[in-house]
């Protein structure tokens, strides 16, 4: 049982060593935004003789790159998505994102919803209801799966878990382009 743990372990380095560049190129590839790239890592991918099991999550990496690029292009030329919601926290906002998410920081670790509207961010879930107004989100901060709320204090921050790349990706650039734009003071 130990030397077939020690056979395991050599073909799973090898695997990762030929997947820790691959996963570099993607990473840039989200920095660039560029839709061509997605093409291009996917033979790559291909190319690594991979089985489906070794590149399950490098797929589904490709397709929230995929997801992220159309909606790049979309929001750079100023269109939001626009998102049907009859969840009764939205109110009359318009919705732009709604994804299922958990707080992985919370000690309960609520599962619920994760929703930007153009004022805030609203997270409903287990006993917790949170609202960030968009005024009050001083960064945000994607990485894997996560996207990352960090207040304006710099001491308060809301990490969501997201269930896939494509939600973590495209929940990322709303919520930097929607916490950047320009506020109107409310008399």
Known sequence: MHLFGWFRKQQTSSADAKLGKWRRQWQA?????DPSAVAALATEL????LSEDETEIEREMLDGLTDFTQLRGKVDAGQFPIVQTGHRVVGTDVCHFSTPCSMPDDPAQPSGRLIFTAGRVIFTGGARALTIPWHMVADVVQQERDVALVRHDRETFYRFRCNNYSD?????????????????RQS
Not at 46 to 49: A, C, D, F, I, Q
Request: aromatic content about 0%; some cysteine.
């Open 168 to 184: 973590a990706l495209c929940g990322g650039l709303l919520a930097r382009t929607l916490s950047a734009r320009p506020r109107t």
């Open 29 to 33: 590839a989200v920095t660039t935004a």
């Open 46 to 49: 291909e190319s690594l003789g």
